[in-house]
């Protein structure tokens, strides 16, 4: 049986060798082959744009190690100064083009510390023009190179279930709100402003007296100056003191004995030109963390508050928690009773299963009869 006419047109190749002679472009011709540059104008642009974009992903990528490894390099001999083991080397360890990180132990009062950078995406043109975007419709929204400090400070003798843990931060006034949505414990403060520091930050304080203690004392006053030095505020978001946890637990209060207490400094990532600028800043948060670790840092009254608190907290939370449980299971009850139900009703024959829709459709008029009448 023959093929369709139609079909054999189609799969007959060209009896052409060369393109149509009317072209008087430029073209590369070799043998039979011919390349005419001016009709392939799409696929030009289409590779140009491959091209621009892979170049534009090296160059975001390239600053954004140069800024964040500016940094780093700036501060590093403040790690060897307080680490044993300050860093991975000598140089950050990556995550993507734009995030960054190094791990550093073997310090006392401190199990370890991470630093975080956290970039903006110069790697990825769409992303930036997104961001550009989404500025426009949330005039709170402004991405910035962030460069995080986590260090996780050590309890000695189960000190924390003892009133050692509090909440306690100072923060750019530009930061607060969307640091609020972000840290539960924040809720746990009150917020006022202190003329030790810069009008622009206000301290978060879950105790008056912590704060007393961190910027009023002969070991701490040297940080408020250092909240006060234009050169570093510009650079400062936060810095918070917290036993907590980021978001509320919802499966009951936390042991003590697996309760952690951290330090967290978030600064701007300074331009590579003003890198050092936070050196001193860096340099005090390490005494901060000596007094936060000494014992008797606070008045007794001071550490009884917390621990009140904290007490009062984990019954607030067991109570939340086993009312969930009831609920939850009080709901897997009622969906099991639903089944058998359903179960049952599919067993019955037409006639039956219209008589038993009936009577539960009376059932609930009367319970709605019924509410309207107490009302």
């Given at each position: 049986?023959?093929?369709?006419?139609?079909?054999?047109?189609?799969?007959t190749?060209?009896?052409?060798?060369?393109?149509?002679?009317?072209y008087?472009?430029?073209?590369?011709?070799?043998?039979?082959i011919?390349?005419?540059?001016?009709?392939?104008?799409?696929?030009?642009?289409?590779?140009?744009?491959?091209?621009?974009?892979?170049?534009?992903?090296?160059?975001g990528?390239?600053?954004?190690?140069?800024?964040?490894?500016?940094?780093?390099?700036?501060?590093?001999?403040?790690?060897?100064?307080?680490?044993?083991?300050p860093?991975?080397?000598?140089l950050?360890?990556?995550?993507?083009?734009?995030?960054?990180?190094?791990?550093s132990?073997?310090?006392?009062?401190?199990?370890?510390?991470?630093?975080?950078?956290?970039?903006?995406?110069?790697?990825?043109?769409f992303?930036?023009?997104?961001?550009?975007?989404?500025?426009?419709?949330?005039?709170?929204?402004?991405?910035?190179?962030?460069?995080?400090?986590?260090?996780?400070?050590?309890?000695?003798?189960?000190?924390?279930?003892?009133?050692?843990?509090?909440?306690?931060?100072?923060?750019?006034?530009?930061?607060?709100?969307?640091?609020r949505?972000?840290?539960?414990?924040?809720?746990?403060?009150?917020?006022?402003?202190?003329?030790?520091?810069?009008?622009?930050?206000?301290?978060?304080?879950?105790?008056?007296?912590?704060?007393?203690?961190?910027?009023?004392s002969?070991?701490?006053?040297?940080?408020?100056?250092?909240?006060?030095?234009?050169?570093?505020?510009?650079?400062?978001?936060?810095?918070?003191?917290?036993?907590?946890?980021?978001?509320?637990?919802?499966a009951?209060?936390?042991?003590?004995?697996?309760r952690?207490?951290?330090?967290?400094?978030?600064?701007?990532?300074?331009?590579p030109?003003?890198?050092k600028d936070?050196?001193?800043?860096?340099?005090?948060?390490?005494?901060?963390?000596?007094?936060?670790?000494?014992?008797?840092?606070?008045?007794?009254?001071t550490?009884?508050?917390?621990?009140k608190?904290?007490?009062?907290?984990?019954?607030?939370?067991?109570?939340?928690?086993?009312?969930?449980?009831?609920?939850?299971?009080?709901?897997?009850?009622?969906?099991?009773?639903?089944?058998?139900?359903e179960e049952?009703?599919?067993?019955?024959?037409?006639?039956?299963?219209?008589?038993?829709?009936?009577?539960?459709?009376?059932?609930?008029?009367?319970?709605?009869?019924a509410?309207?009448?107490?009302?």
């Amino acid at each position: 049986m023959s093929a369709p006419p139609s079909l054999l047109s189609f799969l007959t190749p060209s009896t052409t060798l060369f393109p149509p002679e009317e072209y008087d472009g430029f073209q590369l011709r070799w043998k039979n082959i011919v390349f005419r540059p001016a009709e392939f104008k799409y696929e030009a642009l289409a590779l140009l744009s491959i091209v621009g974009y892979f170049l534009l992903y090296l160059f975001g990528k390239r600053l954004n190690e140069n800024r964040a490894g500016k940094w780093f390099a700036a501060h590093l001999p403040v790690y060897a100064a307080q680490f044993s083991r300050p860093s991975n080397g000598s140089l950050l360890l990556s995550d993507g083009p734009s995030d960054f990180f190094v791990y550093s132990t073997g310090r006392r009062g401190v199990h370890f510390m991470h630093t975080m950078f956290t970039m903006l995406p110069r790697h990825d043109i769409f992303q930036i023009i997104y961001q550009k975007l989404y500025g426009l419709t949330d005039l709170q929204y402004e991405p910035q190179d962030e460069v995080l400090l986590d260090i996780k400070l050590r309890d000695k003798d189960g000190l924390n279930g003892e009133g050692k843990g509090f909440v306690w931060a100072v923060v750019a006034k530009n930061e607060m709100q969307a640091l609020r949505k972000k840290r539960w414990d924040l809720s746990f403060t009150k917020t006022t402003d202190n003329a030790a520091i810069a009008s622009s930050l206000s301290v978060m304080a879950e105790v008056a007296d912590v704060t007393d203690v961190l910027f009023k004392s002969s070991t701490g006053q040297n940080l408020a100056t250092l909240l006060k030095t234009p050169s570093i505020v510009k650079h400062f978001k936060y810095l918070l003191i917290t036993d907590q946890p980021a978001e509320r637990p919802e499966a009951g209060p936390i042991p003590v004995s697996q309760r952690e207490r951290h330090l967290i400094l978030s600064l701007r990532v300074p331009e590579p030109s003003e890198a050092k600028d936070t050196v001193p800043l860096i340099k005090e948060v390490f005494t901060l963390v000596d007094i936060v670790d000494q014992k008797q840092s606070f008045k007794i009254e001071t550490y009884k508050k917390l621990k009140k608190f904290r007490l009062d907290l984990d019954a607030d939370l067991l109570k939340e928690s086993e009312k969930e449980k009831r609920d939850e299971a009080e709901e897997k009850k009622a969906a099991e009773k639903r089944k058998a139900a359903e179960e049952r009703l599919a067993r019955l024959s037409a006639a039956e299963q219209k008589k038993y829709e009936e009577r539960e459709r009376k059932k609930a008029a009367k319970k709605s009869q019924a509410k309207i009448m107490r009302k």
